[in-house]
């Protein structure tokens, strides 16, 4: 035994020697089949891991989930904003130290794809460009525009150089095959005419130049240049055809779920059709697939793009937003890889012959010295076909393939799904004060409404809500004030209404200090009764955003905020209050004052409160908390609180927001897999809270004296928050 050990060792040790002392420059290109790695054709099963939507603890176990699924390749967009939040200072800390994410990716002997962009869309705040190249004047983005592509260049050769100073392209005896400039661009070139055009091939140029030494692919980009790879992004990829025929035909993103809004039911991908359509990609000549994603994860803090994208990025995921493999989607995915791999050499090196087997029945062959594999498909939406291939019969039900690594025998069916579903609970658990301090002690702090301080701005106009705050809060103040003379009520008793335009995302109107009115939406008309004095009355409205727009042509110049505010039922008919006097004041004082931050280095006066107020609007909650037992992942159970955000220690936990999703959203409890997916085919929970339970990471925890801190927007009760532990109560995987 001890001399088997040390043999291991031993022999691990000269391995440990081989990979990181003498790093060996590989050599990667391809041709019309596939990547070509040292000379071999390569079939590469992709997952895309996005690493700032976990944290570093997660890193190592989310990678090794991704190995044992049988995955080569980890996928990564580079998220620019989070890595210079303000131009030439970078950030490359905590969730957003790419090197070490890297590291972890190559230690586990992955292959890495690296998807620079650096517009990425990814449902990420403006799609990952930092919001001040918006301001710099003369930028448009994404077209042949000198400010966009100096800073695009920039950025794209720091983060190349980066990882040349760490060896991490294959060129260099690391693990990074392939890395990606612009993102989806091809879809929406036309829109910016010549200069969508120009700036394309600027783009490939530019990446090119970069010098890495391993090839570059750009997504859904028809035209492509001869030595720029481009890809396919779909729910199927079977029928994509790369830009000329020297190039191979790669799947960048195969979405095995979809992204969820707040206000609308989950959506799912049932595991029989994501492993059609990765089948029918094979079958059809794919080489490269990754799936988008492969673990989903959260947006912490106000990372979510959107708009009212919501803080959880699960994305009905393999890996659920928590870490734990997702079964059986999991699972049957590994054993669709194993399946695959079995046929590699004859896939990328045999001929291909086509066989009609009926008029939805097809099947492929691929023949090489001697081997022959077969992928048989039925590709009939509702009816299961016998076939006959090669004399022998094969039951294929519908919508389905099956593989034949040799064939003869079907080694794996999609739509036969054999391993075990699992249970996953949220187990409650009440918060609990730190060791020995028994009750929990809340502390409280109140915003006032309106401007607080001296104003940021005013002026007769009411201003784009985006271009006064640059994002650096989701909040925007507007008040003014107007004189009402007691004869202009109505004698009947109506109200005057208040009617606010807004092009969104969220609104709340204090009239006179009380919260009278909301609305939220992509665009806003709000129309209330309000309760107004005669004399002087102050209005002041609460404009918030939820997440920016992340993709589009000239996306960046997409505005929020109030553009008309009136009142009417009045004697003399109404008021236009557009072009009053409106005072601004970006964000709110505990913002100003980071109360939420750890260290407490802040001239907020918490309130100590034995009974918090509940319902009450503009509200801070503060109270230190003992972690949760065990050693299962966390999340908060927001459903007592209404809409605002939540932090941990310090660190951002994200938006919360109560909103229900409505009844007449398609939803499903079983989920048909045959025919095209789409996002609304197959949702759950309608009419229930669309999202309730928020992650908070395990490491972000401490032995004791942990603090939470929230900040309610319109009213909660916070004594009925919980943790809940997600505990997976059967069918763990082997
Ligand atoms: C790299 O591989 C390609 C294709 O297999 C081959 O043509 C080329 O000579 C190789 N380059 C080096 C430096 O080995
Ligand atoms: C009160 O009077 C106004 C203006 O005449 C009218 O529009 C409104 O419907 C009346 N309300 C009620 C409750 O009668
Ligand atoms: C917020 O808006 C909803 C929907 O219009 C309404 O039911 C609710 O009473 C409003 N709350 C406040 C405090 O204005
Ligand atoms: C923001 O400000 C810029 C410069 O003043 C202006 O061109 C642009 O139209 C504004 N955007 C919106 C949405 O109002």
Redesign the pocket.
Known sequence: MAKNAGLLILSLSFLFFLFFSVAVSRNVTFDHRSLIIDGQRKLLISASIHYPRSVPAMWPDLVAAAKRGGVDVIETYVFWNGHEPSPGQYYFEDRFDLVRFAKIVRDAGMYMILRIGPFVAAEWNYGGVPVWLHYVPGTVFRTDNEPFKSHMASFTTFIVQMMKRENLFASQGGHIILAQIENEYGDIESVYGDGGRSYSRWAANMALSQNIGVPWIMCQQYDAPDNVINTCNSFYCDQFKPSSANKPKFWTENWPGWFQNFGTAKPHRPPEDIAFAVARFFQKGGSLQNYYMYHGGTNFGRTSGGPFITTSYDYDAPIDEYGLVRLPKWSHLKELHEAIKLCEQTLLYGTSKFLSLGSHQEADIFEHSGKCVAFLANVDERNDKLVIFRNVRYNLPAWSVSILPDCKNVVFNTAKVRSQNSRVEMVPENLKASAGSGKLSWQVYTEKAGVWGAPDLIKNELVDHINTTKDTTDYLWYTTSFYIDGNEFLSNGSLPILMVESKGHAVQAFVNGQ?????SGYTIKLE?PITLRAGVNEIALLSMTVGLQNAGPFYEWLGAGLTSVKISGLRNGGLDLSGAAWAYKIGLVGEHQNIFKADGNHDVRWTPASDPPKNQPLTWYKVEVAPPQGNEPVALDMQSMWKGQAWLNGKAIGRYWSLTSSVYNKCTQNCDYRGPFSPDKCRTGCGEISQRWYHVPRSWFQPSGNTLVFFEE??GDPTRITFARRRVTAGAPA
Request: net charge positive; aromatic share 0%; no cysteine.
């Open positions: 919260l009278q009115a909301n609305s209330a319109k009213g």
